[in-house]
T-cell receptor, first 112, second 112 residues
Framework: NAGVTQTPKFQVLKTGQSMTLQCAQD?????MSWYRQDPGMGLRLIHY???????DQGEVPNGYNVSRSTTEDFPLRLLSAAPSQTSVYFC???????????FGQGTRLTVV | GENVEQHPSTLSVQEGDSAVIKCTYS??????FPWYKQELGKRPQLIID?????GEKKDQRIAVTLNKTAKHFSLHITETQPEDSAVYFC???????????FGTGTRLQVTL
Protein backbone atom coordinates (compact mmCIF):
# COMPACT_ATOMS: atom_id res chain seq x y z
CA ASN A 1 0.00 0.00 0.00
CA ALA A 2 1.88 3.08 -1.27
CA GLY A 3 -0.40 5.76 0.29
CA VAL A 4 0.21 9.17 -1.29
CA THR A 5 2.97 9.37 -3.88
CA GLN A 6 4.39 12.64 -5.15
CA THR A 7 6.82 13.17 -7.99
CA PRO A 8 9.36 14.60 -8.42
CA LYS A 9 11.10 14.95 -5.04
CA PHE A 10 13.29 17.83 -6.19
CA GLN A 11 12.98 20.25 -9.10
CA VAL A 12 14.78 23.36 -10.26
CA LEU A 13 12.99 25.60 -12.73
CA LYS A 14 13.90 28.79 -14.51
CA THR A 15 11.59 31.76 -14.20
CA GLY A 16 8.81 31.48 -16.73
CA GLN A 17 8.98 27.73 -17.18
CA SER A 18 5.93 25.55 -16.54
CA MET A 19 5.73 22.16 -14.92
CA THR A 20 3.36 19.68 -13.34
CA LEU A 21 3.74 18.18 -9.89
CA GLN A 22 2.21 14.74 -9.78
CA CYS A 23 0.20 13.30 -6.90
CA ALA A 24 -1.42 9.89 -6.73
CA GLN A 25 -3.13 8.01 -3.91
CA ASP A 26 -4.25 4.42 -3.73
CA UNK A 27 -6.55 4.64 -0.71
CA UNK A 28 -9.72 5.53 -2.68
CA UNK A 29 -9.92 8.86 -0.87
CA UNK A 30 -12.32 11.45 -2.22
CA UNK A 31 -10.60 14.44 -0.63
CA MET A 32 -7.26 15.65 -1.99
CA SER A 33 -5.34 18.87 -1.43
CA TRP A 34 -2.16 20.72 -2.30
CA TYR A 35 -0.23 22.75 0.27
CA ARG A 36 2.92 24.79 0.13
CA GLN A 37 5.23 25.05 3.11
CA ASP A 38 7.42 28.08 3.65
CA PRO A 39 9.60 28.80 6.71
CA GLY A 40 7.57 30.32 9.54
CA MET A 41 4.31 30.17 7.61
CA GLY A 42 3.06 26.67 8.23
CA LEU A 43 1.20 24.83 5.50
CA ARG A 44 -0.95 26.95 3.23
CA LEU A 45 -3.71 25.48 1.10
CA ILE A 46 -3.34 26.04 -2.65
CA HIS A 47 -6.20 24.01 -4.18
CA TYR A 48 -8.38 21.17 -3.03
CA UNK A 49 -10.83 18.65 -4.40
CA UNK A 50 -13.73 16.76 -2.81
CA UNK A 51 -14.06 14.28 -5.65
CA UNK A 52 -13.36 13.61 -9.31
CA UNK A 53 -14.37 16.57 -11.44
CA UNK A 54 -14.62 18.95 -8.47
CA UNK A 55 -11.90 21.41 -7.52
CA ASP A 56 -11.79 24.67 -5.60
CA GLN A 57 -9.32 27.33 -4.58
CA GLY A 58 -7.58 27.50 -1.27
CA GLU A 59 -5.74 30.33 0.43
CA VAL A 60 -2.95 30.86 -2.14
CA PRO A 61 -4.19 29.69 -5.60
CA ASN A 62 -2.62 32.33 -7.85
CA GLY A 63 -0.15 30.90 -10.35
CA TYR A 64 -1.37 27.31 -9.95
CA ASN A 65 -3.94 25.15 -11.73
CA VAL A 66 -5.38 21.78 -10.81
CA SER A 67 -7.68 19.18 -12.30
CA ARG A 68 -9.18 15.97 -10.94
CA SER A 69 -10.13 13.60 -13.73
CA THR A 70 -9.82 10.48 -11.57
CA THR A 71 -10.16 9.68 -7.89
CA GLU A 72 -6.51 8.64 -7.72
CA ASP A 73 -4.70 11.59 -9.31
CA PHE A 74 -4.53 15.28 -8.48
CA PRO A 75 -1.77 17.06 -10.44
CA LEU A 76 -0.68 20.62 -9.68
CA ARG A 77 0.41 22.79 -12.60
CA LEU A 78 2.66 25.81 -12.35
CA LEU A 79 1.79 27.96 -15.33
CA SER A 80 4.78 30.34 -15.42
CA ALA A 81 7.17 29.75 -12.54
CA ALA A 82 8.26 32.70 -10.40
CA PRO A 83 10.91 32.87 -7.64
CA SER A 84 8.07 33.43 -5.14
CA GLN A 85 6.94 29.86 -5.87
CA THR A 86 10.14 28.44 -4.42
CA SER A 87 8.79 26.23 -1.66
CA VAL A 88 8.13 22.70 -0.49
CA TYR A 89 4.89 21.34 -1.87
CA PHE A 90 2.82 18.65 -0.19
CA CYS A 91 -0.10 16.72 -1.56
CA UNK A 92 -2.54 15.18 0.91
CA UNK A 93 -5.57 12.93 0.77
CA UNK A 94 -8.25 11.96 3.27
CA UNK A 95 -11.43 9.93 3.45
CA UNK A 96 -13.42 13.00 4.51
CA UNK A 97 -12.95 16.51 5.85
CA UNK A 98 -12.93 15.16 9.41
CA UNK A 99 -10.47 12.31 9.12
CA UNK A 100 -6.71 11.96 9.00
CA UNK A 101 -5.00 13.61 6.07
CA UNK A 102 -2.17 11.51 4.63
CA PHE A 103 0.66 13.51 3.12
CA GLY A 104 3.00 12.69 0.29
CA GLN A 105 6.75 12.94 0.81
CA GLY A 106 6.88 16.46 -0.60
CA THR A 107 8.46 18.19 -3.59
CA ARG A 108 11.18 20.75 -3.02
CA LEU A 109 10.90 23.29 -5.84
CA THR A 110 13.44 26.01 -6.53
CA VAL A 111 12.73 28.69 -9.12
CA VAL A 112 15.77 30.64 -10.25
CA GLY B 1 -11.93 32.42 6.12
CA GLU B 2 -10.51 30.49 9.03
CA ASN B 3 -7.45 31.84 10.83
CA VAL B 4 -5.43 29.67 13.20
CA GLU B 5 -2.84 31.17 15.52
CA GLN B 6 -0.28 28.96 17.26
CA HIS B 7 2.03 29.68 20.21
CA PRO B 8 4.83 29.46 21.04
CA SER B 9 6.86 29.32 17.84
CA THR B 10 9.72 27.58 19.64
CA LEU B 11 9.73 25.58 22.84
CA SER B 12 12.65 23.99 24.64
CA VAL B 13 12.07 21.55 27.49
CA GLN B 14 14.20 19.11 29.41
CA GLU B 15 13.65 15.42 28.96
CA GLY B 16 10.88 14.26 31.25
CA ASP B 17 9.19 17.65 31.48
CA SER B 18 5.80 18.48 29.96
CA ALA B 19 5.24 20.60 26.86
CA VAL B 20 2.12 22.60 26.02
CA ILE B 21 1.31 24.17 22.66
CA LYS B 22 -1.71 26.41 22.26
CA CYS B 23 -3.84 27.33 19.25
CA THR B 24 -6.77 29.65 18.69
CA TYR B 25 -9.14 29.64 15.73
CA SER B 26 -11.56 32.21 14.36
CA UNK B 27 -14.35 30.29 12.57
CA UNK B 28 -16.98 29.10 15.05
CA UNK B 29 -18.13 26.55 12.41
CA UNK B 30 -14.84 24.63 12.70
CA UNK B 31 -15.45 21.21 14.20
CA UNK B 32 -12.34 19.14 13.55
CA PHE B 33 -8.95 19.89 15.13
CA PRO B 34 -5.97 17.67 14.24
CA TRP B 35 -2.37 17.95 15.37
CA TYR B 36 0.51 16.97 13.09
CA LYS B 37 4.14 16.25 13.85
CA GLN B 38 6.80 16.92 11.25
CA GLU B 39 10.33 15.69 11.70
CA LEU B 40 13.13 17.40 9.81
CA GLY B 41 12.88 16.69 6.09
CA LYS B 42 9.82 14.46 6.51
CA ARG B 43 6.14 14.74 5.77
CA PRO B 44 3.61 15.85 8.43
CA GLN B 45 1.97 12.97 10.25
CA LEU B 46 -1.14 12.98 12.40
CA ILE B 47 -0.50 12.40 16.09
CA ILE B 48 -3.93 13.13 17.56
CA ASP B 49 -7.20 14.81 16.63
CA UNK B 50 -10.34 15.97 18.37
CA UNK B 51 -13.85 16.75 17.24
CA UNK B 52 -16.08 19.50 18.53
CA UNK B 53 -18.34 17.22 20.54
CA UNK B 54 -15.42 16.20 22.77
CA GLY B 55 -13.59 18.38 25.27
CA GLU B 56 -10.51 16.25 25.82
CA LYS B 57 -8.78 13.27 24.24
CA LYS B 58 -5.74 11.36 25.40
CA ASP B 59 -3.41 8.88 23.75
CA GLN B 60 -0.63 7.68 26.03
CA ARG B 61 1.66 10.70 26.63
CA ILE B 62 -0.27 12.99 24.32
CA ALA B 63 -3.51 14.82 25.10
CA VAL B 64 -5.53 17.49 23.39
CA THR B 65 -8.09 19.79 25.01
CA LEU B 66 -10.72 21.87 23.25
CA ASN B 67 -12.63 24.90 24.49
CA LYS B 68 -15.22 25.75 21.85
CA THR B 69 -16.55 28.74 23.74
CA ALA B 70 -13.15 30.38 23.82
CA LYS B 71 -12.18 28.92 20.43
CA HIS B 72 -8.90 27.49 21.54
CA PHE B 73 -7.32 24.06 21.74
CA SER B 74 -4.07 22.80 23.18
CA LEU B 75 -1.63 19.92 22.82
CA HIS B 76 -0.08 18.47 25.95
CA ILE B 77 2.91 16.14 25.85
CA THR B 78 3.98 14.60 29.14
CA GLU B 79 7.26 12.89 30.03
CA THR B 80 8.93 14.30 26.93
CA GLN B 81 11.62 12.28 25.20
CA PRO B 82 14.31 13.30 22.68
CA GLU B 83 12.31 11.67 19.88
CA ASP B 84 9.51 14.17 20.57
CA SER B 85 11.77 16.87 19.08
CA ALA B 86 10.04 18.06 15.89
CA VAL B 87 7.77 20.77 14.53
CA TYR B 88 4.15 20.47 15.63
CA PHE B 89 1.25 21.97 13.69
CA CYS B 90 -2.30 22.49 14.83
CA UNK B 91 -5.10 22.76 12.28
CA UNK B 92 -8.81 23.43 12.07
CA UNK B 93 -11.46 22.38 9.58
CA UNK B 94 -15.19 22.80 9.16
CA UNK B 95 -15.30 19.24 7.92
CA UNK B 96 -17.34 20.00 4.83
CA UNK B 97 -14.27 20.00 2.62
CA UNK B 98 -10.62 19.11 2.92
CA UNK B 99 -9.83 22.69 3.86
CA UNK B 100 -7.48 22.27 6.75
CA UNK B 101 -6.16 25.62 7.97
CA PHE B 102 -2.83 25.18 9.73
CA GLY B 103 -1.10 27.16 12.42
CA THR B 104 2.43 28.38 11.77
CA GLY B 105 4.04 25.59 13.77
CA THR B 106 5.95 25.10 17.02
CA ARG B 107 9.50 23.81 17.00
CA LEU B 108 9.86 21.62 20.08
CA GLN B 109 13.32 20.72 21.28
CA VAL B 110 13.74 18.18 24.06
CA THR B 111 17.14 18.44 25.69
CA LEU B 112 18.87 15.78 27.74
Amino acid sequence: NAGVTQTPKFQVLKTGQSMTLQCAQDMNHEYMSWYRQDPGMGLRLIHYSVGAGITDQGEVPNGYNVSRSTTEDFPLRLLSAAPSQTSVYFCASSYSGETEAFFGQGTRLTVV
Amino acid sequence: GENVEQHPSTLSVQEGDSAVIKCTYSDSASNYFPWYKQELGKRPQLIIDIRSNVGEKKDQRIAVTLNKTAKHFSLHITETQPEDSAVYFCAASTGTASKLTFGTGTRLQVTL
